[in-house]
Nanobody, 116 residues
């Protein structure tokens, strides 16, 4: 079955950096686009970044452009989210997502808190 396991969250000061990882299994990872979403308390889940199956196409939410970078390693079945210049408004639970055979699959999420 499809499994997505996020890691790398934590508490960081404004202006700091974190790298999130999402280890995937149960499907042919190199054949599918991957996405990172986030959900802040009291807010809807929002798409943060998307990467195509081979990594040649990447898209970002306006709020993170120039600060976040999505990447993937198809040999390791892992997708990453490098987050730089973090702001308090980036505080959220971050989720990895894949749309596989017409269904959406999600990891358990990893908490990112940006605070001084």
């Amino acid at each position: 079955q499809v499994q997505l396991v996020e890691s790398g969250g934590g508490l960081v000061q404004p202006g700091g950096s974190l790298r999130l990882s999402c280890a995937a299994s149960g499907f042919t990872f190199s054949s599918y686009a991957m996405r990172w979403y986030r959900q802040a308390p009291g807010k809807e889940r929002e798409l943060v970044a998307r990467i195509s199956n081979a990594g040649g196409s990447r898209n970002y939410a306006d709020s993170v452009k120039g600060r976040f970078t999505i990447s993937r390693d198809n040999a390791k079945n892992t997708v990453y989210l490098q987050m730089n210049s973090l702001k308090p408004e980036d505080t959220a639970v971050y989720y990895c997502n894949v749309a596989y055979r017409l269904s959406d699959y999600w990891g358990q999420g990893t908490q990112v808190t940006v605070s001084s």
